[in-house]
């Protein structure tokens, strides 16, 4: 069963984000734009929510935020319940600790999910990402670290600089996203 998410991802300059949109639209299928909400809630487990114009999802990821590889269950939910259902998570004590806004432009390469990512006060991401059966993760993930350099991203930000502007956003999210 293909239920770990494996994941490489960089922040992006915007000539960078600018040149992986014309390597995209050239090299493989458009799926859809995307303007979405995210909120992550407290708790010992990544435990968010996500809407965008399609739907609504409640997601749990296992692991660490930023590792390369997690397991990943989601469940696709009407987008009207969407506030309903975060009212109910936070009535169980699950606090919201961020809310991220995001424009998604989603593209599909093979089995490959591409992602560009432009996130309200955090930055410009490109992120490629593939479903994958436990024992094959770092396989997987090698391949998607070279499939980066298609679009000249040969240096992926390092998880540690991925944890900092997350814990600074963490703090400022509120202030960032006005």
């Known amino acids: ?54 739907g609504a999802f409640v997601i749990l990821k296992e692991g660490k935020i930023h590792d390369d590889f997690r397991k990943e269950s989601e469940i696709k939910i009407d987008r009207d319940d969407f506030d309903d259902m975060a009212e109910l998570f936070q009535s169980l004590g699950f606090a919201i600790e961020i809310e991220w806004r995001r424009n998604r432009l989603e593209y599909k390469k093979a089995a490959m999910k591409i992602l560009l990512d432009d996130t309200k006060g955090y930055g410009k991401i490109l992120e490629i990402e593939k479903m994958a059966e436990t024992g094959s993760e770092n ?40």
């Open 1 to 54: 069963m293909k239920n770990i998410e494996v994941e490489a991802r960089s922040f992006i300059t915007d000539e960078q984000f600018e040149n992986a949109k014309k390597i995209l639209d050239r090299d493989c299928e458009f799926m859809e734009k995307l303007n979405e909400t995210t909120i992550y809630f407290s708790g010992e487990k990544d435990l968010r929510m996500r809407k965008n114009e399609t």
């Open 139 to 178: 396989e997987v993930h090698a391949a998607l670290t070279e499939e980066m350099k298609i679009f000249g991203i040969t240096n992926i930000t390092s998880k540690k600089e991925f944890n900092e502007r997350f814990e600074y956003y963490k703090q400022n999210w509120q202030n960032l996203i006005r």
